[in-house]
């Protein structure tokens, strides 16, 4: 924030050719007067009832301008503020990582990935909208023979009648029974059932 404009001005200049620049023997003379009134503590002014109020608030407003001196000089004489580090003391530099390298590194690695991989193997993920599929299991306890089943879910589904609500879950099995050997045959049976659920 910018200072407002002074409102005070100079008594007079020590520069210059204007008419209010003070003469060499005046600011002499005034100068040596005041050293005089000072050894003494102008006792002649603070003693008066009139002018001795003034030169007390004069005194006051010296003191405050001195203290304000000393601190704007102990400011002043500082190289850094509040000065750049790690500590409780100082302030951290505008490029310093707040985070460790690994987890810089991990950051990284994370923003790299341009998507999730999906599908349906077991290194994957199941996009929203797959159906599940279907269970499948073998069979090959008999010499010569495979059996196949596989389990398939239909979609659920939901009826209404009147204030009865029923949820059902379509259901079909098949079998595969393939057979090797002297007489080769491949047979497949299936079934199908729907589970009602409330």
């Known amino acids: 924030m910018a200072l407002s404009t002074a409102k005070h001005e100079k008594f007079y200049e020590t520069s210059g050719s204007g008419a209010d620049k003070v003469s ?14 000072k050894a003494e503590g102008c006792s002649k002014y603070i003693g008066d ?10 005194q ?30 100082t302030a951290l530099a505008g490029d310093t990582t707040t985070i460790s390298g690994a987890q810089a590194s991990a950051i990284t690695a994370n923003t790299a990935k341009t998507s999730m991989a999906l599908g349906t193997s077991g290194s994957t993920a ?7 599929p279907a269970f499948t299991a073998d069979d090959t306890s008999v010499a010569n ?5 596989a389990i398939t879910f239909g ?4 009826t209404v009648v009147g204030k ?3 949820y059902t879950l379509p259901i079909t099995v098949a079998e595969t029974t ?9 047979t497949t049976l299936t079934k199908t059932a729907t589970l009602t659920l409330t």
């Open 145 to 149: 023979t495979t059996k196949s089943t």
């Open 126 to 132: 199941l996009a929203g909208d797959t159906k599940i």
């Open 24 to 37: 060499t023997k005046n600011l002499t003379a005034a100068t040596n007067g005041w050293a005089t009134e």
């Open 49 to 58: 009832p009139i002018l001795g109020p003034l030169i007390y608030q004069l």
């Open 178 to 186: 393939v057979v090797t050997g002297s007489k080769p045959s491949t």
């Open 60 to 89: 006051q407003m010296q003191d405050e301008i001195d203290y304000l001196r000393t601190e704007i000089s102990a400011n002043k004489d500082k190289a850094t503020f509040p000065g750049l580090g790690t500590s409780g003391s």
């Open 155 to 158: 979609n659920f589904t939901t």
């Open 164 to 166: 009865s609500t029923t």
